[in-house]
């Protein structure tokens, strides 16, 4: 039976690094979810701006707020000690310029009974002073989830067939909810050693193990398109980062055999 909504815990997991511009927005949209039984652990990077000192504001006024401290170490170091940290049934995670909208963790609990993921739709956005978070669509309350499997997932993220999940950003670990246990169960982490593509390796670890999906179509991320973030910057290790990223990716398929059919 279900189980009482209120008493399942879900751990929000936030990296936080150089990010005082945005934090104050993205932390408040979280601390605003309609579902209160969150546990919010924040790991500061090593930031070297104000993010350390708005998120020691942040944990005195709420105290569902965990702050772990790090030397900066990178994003997947980052997530990997929240996943460590949480003890939450289910997991989601929120970078630090993003916002969620204030419904999210709500619908996505409602609906992950019998599911291990439970993804959903993003937008983007430049500037939070536009951004309509409140409404949730009414009909979305009526919609049938839609359910997928593992192969589903890779299938459309390796561009083999194109479906209804080409509306998520697959490979992203943003606009997911997942089951703690079966992450668990199944050793799944950001590989430390690759700076980008982390967080697509982290859903190939979670989608080869067929895991049960089901999609709520419904936009409930909002990623900040930021010029100078990680993504858009010029970075000079491009090369062996591709390289080790490639290595990581068929190491982890070929746990399943499954390199040949990907590669």
Known sequence: GLTMAKDVLISVIVPVYNAEQYLAECLDSVLEQTYRNL??????DGSRDASGEICRQYRERDDRIILIEQENAGVSV????????????????????????????????????????????????????????AALPESARFEQLNRFSGADCMHTMFG???????????????TKLYRRSFLNKYQVFCPPGVINGEDMLFNVQTYIQDPRICYLPMAGYFYRYNPSSAVHRYNPNCLENERRFYKALEDILDQKQLWDQYR
């Open 39 to 44: 546990e919010i652990i924040l790991i500061n």
């Open 78 to 133: 980052a997530r990997n000690r929240g996943i460590e940290q949480a003890s939450g049934e289910y997991l989601m995670f929120v970078d630090a310029d993003d916002m969620i909208a204030p419904w999210l963790c709500e619908e996505a609990f409602r609906n992950m009974e019998d599911c291990d993921v439970l993804m959903f739709q993003f937008e983007t956005f430049c500037d939070s002073k536009k951004l309509n978070t």
């Open 160 to 174: 083999i067939n194109e479906s209804v999940l080409t509306k998520i950003k697959l490979p992203s670990m943003c």
